[in-house]
């Protein structure tokens, strides 16, 4: 069944007024009328009495339908599932009734000012189960941005929705199938059919219908039809079986027994909450040159690194991300490829924070002021990109926070600060926090902290290993932060136990790293995509990057160019969030001996970088293709539509995104199919299935579809034949035709 549109539903209308005292008299009179209509049509039927709504007074009671196991369901009632403004998302319930009668079920979408804003006629996809389900969407979709002239318009629509599961008996679908084997076996006709005439009138005057004068009309008509004896009983049949009347009951069904449940609440998110791509750079690296007279590097700062912000919006990325931009210490200072002794053109990790200049609330004076970092926010906000600020809760043994608050760090037996440890490793240069001595106070330094900065234009936070914090502590730190900001976000870099990555989504977390980089194989690709894009996204909106400062793969080690590619059409295909380290485009990908992480990595020196190199691997053009894909197509923007497709070769990952027309603002359907060589070294070929119903896609011809990377047009159908190799194609991006 396809959307329901009332035509005096709230979800048309784009004014309130209050009503004059003459149209409260017209439609006093007109309500009169009606009830007078339907006191006289359920007079005059002899038959069943239509169900009633039952009044639920208690959480408790069952009206006269049953709605339960609604999904997705809220943690105890208190964390709502979150969805982005503009996502479409689906809900689901069982709805059944007693012995043999039919059902209907309805979602009602309701704003945070209780308006109601959709209201949409689920679908029954498991009759054995009595599961029904229905596809939402919160507002429309937007890229405006919180400095935007026009964002106070999205703000409105902001915070939490509910979606009611309304249950009614379906007498008209009952009646219809008795009828029509009553007909065929002549088995008490006249009775069906003066029943189903009696239908029909009633439905015509029933107002929850929302019915138009021509199709009210049309009903009564038909009934008269039908009453008439003179006619055959299939002539009187065909006059409520038909289209026309199958439409109706599609769009603006006869309702019996309405019982509605409990509101479920949806958190809506501001954009980019979860539809977004991130783009990393380190601004010391950025106009960084070696000196040859004094033979060293000199680094780069605020105002070289606005070329970074350049690039990353060529690129179509949406949020630069900038590692920590607070003075570095120097006590046990780590040198190159995280070596204990410094030398003595060494930065220093940017993660060992803090100075005798300064700690979390000061510029690194190599970097620039605070002046300087605000014309570069200002410089990023022209090009349309948010600034991202990584915040990781440690010190260096010389921030200020070790001399001014002593009792927020271990103390050894010898009296000694104890370093970050993670047996065997162990980081010298950083303490990490205490928060068992003053966490209040804890939170209210870093919410000061974090208010300096959004004052100077960040709009989201990078937090690094929050899982390594109290989650409580989180949560009173972004509530009180979000409370004063609500646009701001929060990207958790947590690699941890599912239910730490869980209630980090409870808390405010809006989006998280995961464990893309290490899911490699098509078996645990199409596992991982249906966990990223399943039910758990109503909380954690996993963001893919295929390599960051602290990750690289063997799989992007060993796949050279074509590996790169393959990961980035995964990530930026695969969930609606993704993110890119640069560099990624100059192919670096040498390992540390034995670890999972670069040579000579970024974290520890400055690197020197020739951008021109770039264009002869086309990694920085395909990632600008994919990200222009991303706009343009409205599939992928959601957590909640994507299907794994079957295919015959083990090294070829396939998957689908579907959007109907109803919900991608468009008003035509959007589906995207990917298809993956995942052998950087090797040409595959296989087959891919696809049950063209799920996709609502036609199963009578081939349809035409457009690979958005090549412009190439193919048909497909039900099996499809492809062929991938690393040296011309590692993946087509396929887009349904028309």
Not at 231 to 241: G, H, K, N, S, V
Not at 320 to 346: C, E, H, M, Q, W
Request: net charge negative.
């Amino acid at each position: 069944m396809g959307t329901m549109t009332a035509n005096n539903s709230a979800s048309t209308r784009t004014t309130e007024k209050k009503p004059t005292t003459a149209g409260r008299t017209r439609r006093s009179a007109k309500a009169s009328s009606a009830a007078a209509s339907r006191a006289t049509a359920k007079k005059a039927m002899p038959g069943e009495a239509p169900a009633p709504s039952i009044p639920v007074t208690s959480p408790e009671q069952f009206g006269r339908i049953v709605v339960m196991d609604i999904t997705p369901s809220a943690e105890q009632g208190v964390f709502p599932a979150r969805v982005e403004l503009g996502e479409p998302f689906e809900v689901t319930a069982q709805v059944f009734i007693e012995g043999r009668t039919k059902v209907g079920a309805t979602a009602v979408l309701r704003n945070p000012r209780g308006r109601e804003m959709q209201r949409v006629a689920m679908t029954c996809v498991n009759p054995g189960l009595d599961r029904w389900t229905a596809t939402l969407k919160a507002g429309e979709h937007s890229d405006l941005k919180p400095w935007d002239e026009d964002y106070p318009a999205v703000r409105r629509q902001l915070g939490e929705w509910t979606v009611t599961i309304e249950g009614w008996e379906d007498t008209y679908a009952s009646w219809l199938h008795d009828a029509r084997i009553k007909v065929q076996v002549g088995d008490d006709v006249e009775n069906a059919l003066t029943s189903g005439a009696e239908l029909l009138s009633r439905w015509a005057h029933t107002e929850d219908a929302h019915l138009s004068a021509r199709d009210r009309k049309h009903l009564e008509q038909a009934a008269e039809r039908m009453s008439d004896r003179e006619r055959p009983a299939e002539a009187r049949l065909a006059e409520a079986d038909n289209p026309r009347i199958e439409a109706l009951h599609g769009t603006h069904p006869l309702r019996d027994g309405i019982a509605p449940s409990r509101p479920r609440t949806f958190k809506v998110e501001r954009p980019k909450s979860s539809f977004a791509a991130w783009y990393q750079f380190f601004p010391r690296s950025e106009g960084a040159y070696y000196d040859e007279e004094h033979g060293r590097i000199v680094q780069g700062n605020f105002r070289t690194a606005m070329t970074g912000l350049e690039r990353a919006a060529e690129e179509g990325f949406d949020i630069v991300y900038l590692p920590p931009i607070f003075p570095i210490g120097v006590t046990n200072r780590k040198g190159r490829n995280n070596s204990l002794v410094a030398g003595p053109n060494d930065p220093g990790s940017p993660f060992g924070i803090g100075s005798e200049l300064g700690g979390h609330d000061t510029v690194d004076p190599l970097l620039g002021t605070m002046d300087d970092f605000k014309a570069f926010v200002a410089r990023a906000h022209e090009l349309g990109l948010e600034i991202a600020l990584d915040f990781a809760l440690q010190c260096s043994p010389d921030h200020p926070w070790v001399r001014q608050h002593p009792n927020w760090f271990r103390t050894k037996p010898d009296g000694t600060i104890a370093f970050a440890e993670n047996p065997p490793k162990k980081y010298q240069d950083i303490y990490p926090i205490d928060f068992n001595a003053d966490m209040p106070g804890i939170e209210r330094e870093v919410e000061r902290v974090m208010n300096l900065w959004i004052d100077a234009g960040v709009t989201i936070f990078r937090v690094d290993n929050p899982h390594t914090k109290p989650v409580r502590f989180w949560q009173d730190v972004i509530a009180a932060v979000t409370r004063k900001h609500p646009e701001v976000l929060f990207l958790a870099e947590a690699f941890t136990r599912p239910g730490m990555m869980r209630a980090l989504s409870y808390v405010g977390f809006t989006q998280s790293h995961c464990y893309f980089p290490w899911r490699n194989t098509k078996e645990e690709l199409a596992e991982y995509l249906g966990e990223t894009n399943g039910d758990g996204a109503y909380y954690q909106h996993n963001t893919f990057w295929p390599t960051t400062p602290d990750i690289l793969t063997a799989y992007v080690r060993d796949n050279g160019i074509a590996g790169h590619a393959v990961r980035a059409v995964l990530a930026a295909m695969g969930s609606p969030s993704w993110g890119i380290y640069n560099g990624y485009e100059l192919i670096e990908n040498r390992q540390r001996p034995g670890f999972e992480e670069q040579i000579d990595n970024e974290k520890y020196e400055i690197k020197v970088r020739d951008w021109k190199e770039a264009d002869k691997y086309g990694i920085a053009e395909l990632l600008g293709a994919l990200n222009e894909i991303r706009r343009r197509h409205p599939a992928t923007r959601s957590y909640h539509n994507l299907t794994v497709l079957p295919t015959s070769d083990p090294s070829i990952l396939a998957f689908a995104r579907h959007t109907p027309a109803e919900l991608t603002g468009t008003g035509q359907a959007d589906t995207l199919i990917v298809v993956v060589n995942l052998d950087g070294h090797n040409a595959h070929q296989s087959t891919v299935h696809i049950e063209l119903p799920e996709l609502g896609l036609p199963t009578d011809r081939p349809v035409t579809v457009r690979d958005e990377l090549t412009g190439r047009e193919f048909q497909w159908g039900w099996d499809n034949f492809v062929s991938l190799a690393p040296w011309a194609d590692v993946a087509h991006i396929l887009s349904v035709q028309g």
